[in-house]
């Protein structure tokens, strides 16, 4: 099983701001089959990025990924009101699937 | 459009079982592999179970591996999870995913289901 890790485990930081959050894998995700997804109180997990870069239909151009092997990146280049949630990797290169633990993104 | 409707959450006591539902609608449920994930109250995702789109291929966390089943029936739509020996922290919502391409991320998911294990 492939253990992400999350960093950091909180983000605070003002709307406008940049936002870089990471998520390390415990062994290499396969042609980057790693996906990250946004979570809003009392809302399902909504897909952003999968492939490591390709964003999801309609995902605004500031959310972008990067990363391959173990070490991947989610940046929010321009923090909206609407982008403080919590966000999570997913590797899908296995078939026992994982999510990281989270870093959650909130307003200074 | 693609619509997941979870069902068969609730109270139930410890040691004892569920069935939760998915049902699917908008699309080929035939023709997609679907998962189960879950979430304790105030927790991180939890991915639980996957199967392939017709049934012949199953996958398991190790932490459920042993205790829950996933099944699906695509004449009637409809991906299912047995939980056996539910235990206090089995209670989370409960959500059903879809691939949003044959082994690709999970696209499209529920609104969830809350099973809540207690005496």
């Known amino acids: 099983e492939i253990v992400l890790t999350q960093s950091p485990g909180t983000l605070s930081l003002s709307p406008g701001e940049r936002a870089t959050l990471s998520c390390r894998a415990s062994?290499?995700?396969?042609?980057?089959?790693l996906a990250w997804f946004q979570q809003k109180p009392g809302q399902a997990p909504r897909l952003l990025i999968y492939?490591?870069?390709t964003r999801a239909t309609g995902i605004p151009d500031r959310f972008s990924g990067s990363g391959s092997g173990t070490d991947f990146t989610l940046t929010i280049s321009r923090l909206e009101p609407e982008d403080f949630a919590v966000y999570y990797c997913?590797?899908?290169?296995?078939?026992?699937?994982?999510f990281g633990q989270g870093t959650k993104v909130e307003i200074k | 459009q693609v619509q997941l409707v979870e069902s068969g959450g609730g109270v139930v006591q410890p040691g004892r079982s569920l069935r939760l539902s998915c049902a699917a609608s908008?699309?080929?449920?035939?023709?997609?592999?679907m998962h189960w994930v879950r979430q304790a109250p105030g927790k991180g995702l939890e991915w639980m179970a996957f199967?392939?789109?017709?049934?012949?291929?199953?996958y398991y966390a190790d932490s459920v591996k042993g205790r829950v089943s996933i099944s699906r029936d695509n004449s009637k739509n409809t991906l299912y999870l047995q939980m056996n020996s539910l235990r206090a922290e089995d209670t989370a919502v409960y959500y059903c995913?879809?691939?949003?391409?044959?082994?690709?991320?999970?696209?499209?998911w529920g609104q969830g289901t809350l099973v809540t294990v207690s005496s």
């Open positions: 199967i392939w789109f017709d049934g012949r291929e199953k």
């Open positions: 995913a879809r691939d949003l391409y044959g082994s690709g991320p999970l696209g499209y």
């Open positions: 062994q290499s995700v396969g042609s980057s089959y």
């Open positions: 997913q590797q899908y290169g296995n078939s026992q699937r994982t």
């Open positions: 908008g699309f080929s449920f035939s023709t997609f592999g």
């Open positions: 492939g490591a870069s």
